[in-house]
């Protein structure tokens, strides 16, 4: 997967196939709403799981019923890449199985 620096326009771009997901700063992010504090913990598991099999990191912060993640890529300078929005729609796949919203 290539980690050169997206443009400006690409980001803005891939976050339109992504709804509920923005850039904040020099980050993509999105925050989830869970029913309960454990469906939110149990979505910070497998979203570790697949940050683990991406290799791959988001800095997640578990609330008592929400899980934020904002992530971009180190290696890339702290730009956003494709790897950023590989980890976005993988999330984004198993999210309403956790009854996300
Ligand atoms: C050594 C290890 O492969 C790297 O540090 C991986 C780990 N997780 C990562 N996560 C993110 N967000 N960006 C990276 O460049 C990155 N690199």
């Given at each position: 997967?290539?980690?050169?620096?997206?443009?400006?326009?690409?980001?803005?771009?891939?976050?339109?196939?992504?709804?509920?997901?923005?850039?904040?700063?020099?980050?993509?992010?999105?925050e989830y709403r869970l029913?309960?504090?454990?469906?939110a913990?149990?979505l910070v598991?497998?979203i570790?799981?697949?940050?683990?099999?991406?290799?791959?990191?988001?800095?997640l912060t578990l609330g008592?019923?929400t899980v934020a993640l904002?992530?971009?890529?180190?290696?890339?300078?702290?730009?956003?890449?494709?790897?950023?929005?590989?980890?976005?729609?993988?999330?984004?796949?198993?999210?309403?199985?956790?009854?996300a919203?």
């Open positions: 997967m290539p980690v050169e620096p997206l443009s400006q326009k690409d980001v803005e771009d891939r976050l339109r196939e992504l709804p509920g997901w923005s850039l904040e700063g020099d980050r993509i992010a999105r029913g309960t504090h454990f469906a913990t149990a598991v497998h570790a799981q697949i940050q683990e099999e991406l290799n791959h990191h988001s800095d008592y019923n904002s992530v971009n890529t180190h290696t890339a300078g702290g730009a956003v890449t494709e790897m950023d929005f590989e980890l976005a729609h993988r999330v984004e796949k198993i999210a309403p199985g956790h009854g919203g």
